[in-house]
């Protein structure tokens, strides 16, 4: 047939999008160590991404887990925040080499998915001392190790949108 349309099929990233309450049984699947790590992830920009994959670098696996948008808004970050809704943010988190699995939360943190992974390294951005990550005591108990990534590039998705805005 020469003028029959491609099938086409949903993308192989959209598998590494996983429900909360499936995690415990994908995670099987994940080689080991596991790193965790979680965020907004709004408007992708280059911290994000390098921060990724830095943490990534750090062990076999990369888990992300996303605040859902009512646990933005609860973040303050601004009432027209997300400008993403979870699932789009999760599709593009997804689609990154990096990453091997997206989760999300309701909650204001991760502690339950951290609680629930068991990740050997948790990881969060330089903005954050390692006392203050959410599970970096029940992670170190076990053995594992805490990062503060720092940032390489001066970069955030609120800055962006002031830029966007003429706010800046």
Known sequence: MQNALPIYSMPEFESKICPPELLAEKIQLLARPLVFTNGCFDILHR???????????????????????ESVRRLGKGDDRPINPLANRAAVIASLAAVDLVTW????TPFNLIDCVQP??????????????????EVLARGGVVHSIPFL???????????IRGDE
Not at 120 to 137: A, M, T, Y
Not at 153 to 163: E, N, V
């Open 105 to 108: 939360f309701h909650e204001d």
């Open 153 to 163: 590039f001066d970069t955030s998705t609120t800055q962006t949108l002031k830029k």
């Open 120 to 137: 050997e390294i948790l990881v969060k951005g330089g903005d954050w001392q390692l006392e203050q990550i959410v599970g970096s005591r």
């Open 47 to 69: 911290g994000h991404v390098t921060y990724l994959a830095q943490a990534r670098a750090l062990g076999a696996s990369l888990i992300v887990a996303l605040n859902t948008d």
